[in-house]
């Protein structure tokens, strides 16, 4: 039974539950028109009553706003917290910063099925679209540079450098985007690259690695002044570092030992990264989702490795099992440390998202559109008219997994409205609070 909105605590952070409330109405909606894609699998002549909108323009969408909708506004939320902005006057600006974001998102959804589109993935932005999305960035940065402009002079000069390194960095994310979203920059297919190496793959790894030794500074405080867990995990870091550099960026094939070798190193982190997220202090209600996203971690970092190895790359590549392991990465690694970071900004509030039903059902229904895409993956490797032709085995597969999107779906739901409860609620609380001055 979900708690009525005037008995909730009145302590949520309005910003930040408006931050979970959009980033989980693009989760919802992706994952609704996932459920549309994997129904036009199994059932291909659909997409003649879709006119124009058929599978080509829907799974843009569903990747766009999976990738800029569910899994980018939870950050913002987290940078509303790093700088300030959710507390003070200023917090009154972030629903419309966020609502610039949402309205950036849905100009991009018209725009995608529509045709237009610059024709790489990720990097689809094109025409209005392209100009609104970076200023919907530029809008969230300039709230953020406002409220580090108000709090200079209280702030340490540690604290004053890393935000400052932050504002610099996020600054640059926007103009590199609209630049990289040009046609004339680099084609969408590069016949120039032999595709990833272990130098590239490693490389990508150390800067999601680096993300997550950052994030605890922003959210928490060490449970002790010195760390061993720490110290090891950023002398680790650096050594990776030196040897991504060390390896190279040449078009380099990826049966070479010293390529699977050096991406190896990365297994380190397996245990490394739960005993470095042991020495903080978390909220109790963080408990199971840091859980959740340390075993997804684990998974993603060893299959990611075995999958990389001569003999099995070659086989699993193009198929399924590597649509199987990118929802491995987002749907269970990503998805889980975004809520775990929702859940500890929230605080008690985190309740939203710490319902058994949903958190299981979310879970499993990762893990079973897993393996089954993994086993789609290795019969396809045998026969790649395995998911192209029709079959008793492959429709099976492709109706399970179905079956688990709805799933998904549900869980999602669920958060959304239990976030939309208690946005209402801290409506409601901000307005009393107002009246009584």
Same mark, same amino acid.
């Not at 932005?125 to 940065?141: E, Q």
């Not at 999601?208 to 680790?236: D, E, Y």
């Not at 198929?319 to 269970?332: F, I, K, P, Q």
């Not at 500890?344 to 879970?363: A, D, K, M, P, V």
């Given at each position: ?5 005037? *008995? ?10 408006? &931050? ?10 992706? !994952? ?21 909108? *058929? ?7 569903? #990747? ?51 045709? =237009? ?19 919907? #960035? ?75 030794? #950052?994030?605890?500074?922003?959210? %928490?405080?060490?449970? &002790? ?11 680790? #870091?650096?050594?990776? =570092? /030196? ?41 109790? !209600? ?32 193009? *198929? ?42 979310? !879970? ?20 790649? %008219? ?16 179905? /079956?688990?999107? /709805? ?31």
């Amino acid at each position: 039974m979900r708690p009525d909105a005037l *008995t909730l605590p009145s302590n949520a952070p309005r910003p930040v539950v408006s &931050a979970a409330a959009h980033a989980l109405f693009w989760l919802v909606f992706a !994952n609704a028109i996932g459920l549309l894609i994997a129904i036009l699998l199994i059932f291909p002549a659909l997409n003649r009553l879709l006119g124009e909108w *058929t599978y080509g323009r829907w799974i843009m969408v569903h #990747m766009n706003l999976e990738l800029y909708g569910w899994t980018s506004l939870p950050m913002a939320g987290f940078l509303f917290k790093v700088y300030g902005v959710d507390r003070g006057p200023l917090a009154l600006w972030c629903r419309p910063v966020l609502w610039a974001w949402s309205a950036a998102l849905a100009v991009g959804t018209f725009s995608w099925l529509s045709g =237009f589109s610059s024709g790489k993935p990720f990097l689809d932005w094109s025409g209005y679209a392209r100009v609104l999305f970076p200023l919907a #960035m530029l809008a969230l940065w300039l709230l953020l540079a406002v409220a580090f402009a108000r709090e200079w002079k209280y702030a340490t000069i540690h604290a004053r450098s890393a935000k400052s390194a932050g504002l610099f960095l996020l600054l640059a994310v926007p103009i590199i985007m609209f630049v990289a979203c040009s046609p004339s920059y680099y084609p969408a297919v590069n016949p120039d690259t032999g595709g990833p190496t272990g130098a590239s793959q490693l490389e990508s790894s150390l800067v999601v690695v680096a993300i997550l030794l #950052m994030l605890p500074f922003g959210l %928490t405080r060490r449970k &002790a002044r010195r760390s061993k867990a720490i110290a090891i995990s950023w002398a680790v #870091m650096v050594a990776e =570092f /030196v040897l991504c550099f060390a390896l190279g960026r040449a078009d380099i094939s990826h049966h070479r030992p010293a390529q699977f070798l050096s991406l190896g190193s990365l297994l380190l982190w397996i245990p490394l990264t739960p005993a470095y997220y042991a020495a903080f202090n978390w909220n109790a !209600n963080t408990h199971r989702w840091r859980i959740a996203f340390l075993c997804w971690w684990a998974a993603l970092v060893l299959t990611g490795w075995v999958l990389f190895l001569p003999g099995i790359l070659d086989h699993f590549k193009f *198929t399924d099992g590597l649509v199987g392991h990118s929802l491995l990465a987002m749907a269970g690694f990503t998805s889980s440390l975004l809520i775990f970071v929702l859940v500890q900004l929230l605080g008690e509030e985190g309740w939203i998202f710490n319902r058994t039903r949903s958190f299981y059902g979310w !879970n499993i229904a990762v893990l079973g559109y897993v393996v089954l895409m993994t086993a789609a993956g290795w019969r396809e490797g045998f026969d790649p %008219t395995f998911t192209i032709l029709p079959g008793v085995a492959r429709n099976v597969i492709y109706i399970l997994r179905l /079956v688990v999107g /709805v799933v998904m779906l549900a869980a999602s739901l669920d958060w959304l409205i239990d976030a939309a409860t208690l946005l209402r609620a801290s409506s409601v609380v901000h307005a009393l609070q107002e009246v009584t001055g």
